[in-house]
């Protein structure tokens, strides 16, 4: 009798979970819905308020006034990227055709050569373009990029040079470049130049080497002598201090080092970004709501800024981690992750609808050092939120 009741208690407390897990599961579906939903008028706004030649940055929010760049611009992009993964989700027709005239005019940034960021570029958006459509000309433009990319590639220092030379440095890479890497593997892979993938493991050895601390903390720029290839120093640009650990760029480390593992299988990309998702979950300045500070170590915590664009990046990047792990760890990384869209869909950091000229969220930190983009709305967090809902919905319902 005993046993039986141990077995009705196991099952009923089994019972319990699986009714919880599905309640769970339907209230993030119905946040995702309603996101898309959200940003599919967002954005119809937000194609309203920019000139035909020029991509959405950030937005002053005391006036509204959208800041525009050109399409060299780093973040030219992400725009368009959202707007297909929009439409993925929508099939919103006004989104599309948005969509398709971003990809025209950004298309001749595949043979740019002016700095690394041609992954932001091209991949966020041809490359998501791609993916939905299969179009045979969005895969030739990815191509051409990678080529274009790969003249940045510097054999003497085994990585890509992110920055022209300039009176602050000689060769920097940044941390930021790790995310470049996915359109060179992803070229190599489609039956492009085996060379670019090559590039890509090199540049992450490089950087694995030389850019982490021993608590799997980053730093932002590590500038190297281009003859030699030996370290000139170790700094930052956009940090709080050349010894800090700058939000956004933790995330970038992690999303750059699991994309490596996801794409080369090799053990050591996966043991670094496990390392560094735990230096982030476990920081003692991460915030309950899980949105970073802008910097780890920015001063005057808890008073300082937040990134809301580190807290999608960094979502979205333990959303996929997640899949390698053993089941502790991706349930951890799966939770965390939760909280953070949860927090970023809430009215502390989401637009309210019509506002911010159609961005989606607030609260994000560009260059706080540079005092650049502080606490606005900017594309590039628009871009992960809407990527870490998706990949949620595919992988986690």
Known sequence: MAKLTRSVVALMWA?????????????MHKLIQENFEFAREQYKILAQRIP????????????????????????????????????????DKVIQQEALRTLKLIEPNKTFTGNHDLGFMMFCSFGNAYRITGEQ???????????????????????????????????????????????????????????????AITHANTTLKHHFRPDFSSFH?????PEDGTVRRKATWQGAANSSAWARGQG???????????????????????????????????PADKIPYWDFDAPFI?????????????????????????SQKKEQYVKSAEQMLRSLASE???????????????????????DSEIDRPIIYADYYFLE??????????
């Not at 019972?15 to 209230?27: P, Y």
């Not at 637009?351 to 540079?370: I, M, W």
């Open 137 to 199: 000309a969005y895969k030739e433009v990815l191509f051409q990029s990678a080529a274009s990319l790969a003249t940045r590639y510097r054999p003497q220092i085994g990585a890509i040079q992110s920055w022209n030379k300039n009176k602050y440095w000689e060769c920097p890479v940044i941390i930021d470049n790790m995310m470049n890497l996915e359109m060179l593997n992803w070229v190599s892979d489609q039956g492009g130049s085996k060379r670019y993938k090559e590039i």
């Open 52 to 91: 035909a030649d020029k991509l959405p940055q950030h937005v002053d929010p005391k006036t509204g006034k959208v800041d525009v760049r050109d399409i060299q611009w780093w973040c030219s992009g992400f725009y368009p990227g959202s707007l297909w993964l929009i439409y993925e989700q929508t099939k």
């Open 388 to 397: 870490a809902l998706k990949r949620y919905k595919d992988w986690y319902l």
């Open 221 to 225: 720029v590590v500038d190297y002598n």
């Open 302 to 326: 808890p008073y300082a800024v937040r990134d809301a664009s580190a807290g999608a990046l960094i979502a979205s990047a333990l959303l996929e981690l997640a899949q390698y792990v053993d």
């Open 15 to 27: 019972l319990v979970l699986s009714v919880q897990a599905f309640a769970q599961n339907g209230d």
């Open 252 to 286: 970038w480390a992690l999303y750059g080092y699991t994309l490596m593992y996801r794409d080369t299988r090799d053990e050591a990309y996966l043991k670094q970004a496990a390392g560094i998702a735990d230096f982030i979950l476990n920081h003692p300045n991460l």
């Open 348 to 370: 502390a950091y989401r637009s309210k609808k019509g506002e911010n000229a159609g961005f989606l969220l607030q609260h994000s930190t560009g260059a706080f050092p540079l």
